[in-house]
């Protein structure tokens, strides 16, 4: 199994990555991987929505997770997005298909808009919800944007590092 994944990892650094960057010039780079050896590239974010759905036209049809950085004050663009997908298994079990992985992350400023993936996997819908009640980031086209965490008159996004420690107003009355 190791050496399937290997080899699926290897793929995916060697032919997906290069002709995603030969699709999207200039708006693609190849970055290297974290500890966990995930193939990753940094993607332009007006173009992650297509980079998506040429993924998905590739194989990657299983969206994982999605997650959301803010590194505030250190970094502008300050906030990322974070896309981790999986190839699906084809007929073919003894090969390295279903196994390939690939981290896509986008930069993105405070107000610059994202487009939702939620219309190519349907698991982007909650997940994005999440990041847009926890991190405030503007996810257009999102079929419907509403708090998932938070009460909903919550004030804020409490996940953003400029956020008030203590937040914005007590939640109950202790006396």
Same mark, same amino acid.
């Given at each position: 199994?190791?050496?399937?994944?290997?080899?699926?990892?290897?793929?995916?650094?060697?032919?997906?990555?290069?002709?995603?960057?030969?699709?999207?010039? $200039?708006?693609?780079?190849?970055?290297? !991987?974290?500890?966990?050896?995930?193939?990753?590239?940094?993607? @332009?974010?007006?173009?992650?929505?297509?980079?998506?759905? /040429?993924?998905?036209?590739? $194989?990657?049809?299983?969206?994982?997770?999605?997650? @959301?950085?803010?590194? /505030?004050?250190?970094?502008?663009?300050?906030?990322?997005?974070?896309?981790?997908?999986?190839?699906?298994?084809?007929?073919?079990?003894?090969?390295?298909?279903?196994?390939?992985?690939?981290?896509?992350?986008?930069?993105?400023?405070?107000?610059?808009?994202?487009?939702?993936?939620?219309?190519?996997?349907?698991?982007?819908?909650?997940?994005?919800?999440?990041? /847009?009640?926890?991190? $405030?980031?503007?996810?257009? $086209?999102?079929?419907?944007?509403?708090?998932?965490?938070? !009460?909903?008159?919550?004030?804020?996004?409490?996940?953003?590092?400029?956020?008030?420690?203590?937040?914005?107003?007590?939640?109950?009355?202790?006396?």
């Amino acid at each position: 199994m190791h050496e399937r994944v290997a080899a699926a990892r290897e793929r995916v650094n060697h032919e997906v990555i290069p002709a995603l960057i030969e699709a999207f010039p $200039g708006k693609v780079e190849q970055i290297p !991987p974290t500890n966990d050896l995930i193939p990753q590239v940094y993607v @332009a974010s007006d173009v992650h929505e297509p980079v998506a759905r /040429w993924l998905k036209e590739r $194989g990657f049809h299983m969206l994982v997770d999605i997650t @959301a950085a803010d590194y /505030w004050p250190k970094r502008e663009p300050r906030f990322e997005l974070v896309y981790h997908l999986r190839e699906m298994p084809e007929k073919d079990p003894k090969g390295d298909k279903g196994l390939g992985m690939i981290r896509v992350r986008v930069k993105l400023t405070e107000k610059e808009p994202v487009q939702s993936l939620s219309h190519i996997w349907e698991m982007a819908n909650p997940a994005e919800r999440e990041i /847009w009640d926890q991190f $405030g980031l503007n996810i257009v $086209g999102h079929p419907n944007l509403t708090r998932i965490l938070n !009460p909903d008159d919550w004030e804020g996004h409490p996940l953003r590092r400029d956020y008030p420690l203590r937040g914005p107003r007590a939640l109950i009355n202790l006396e």
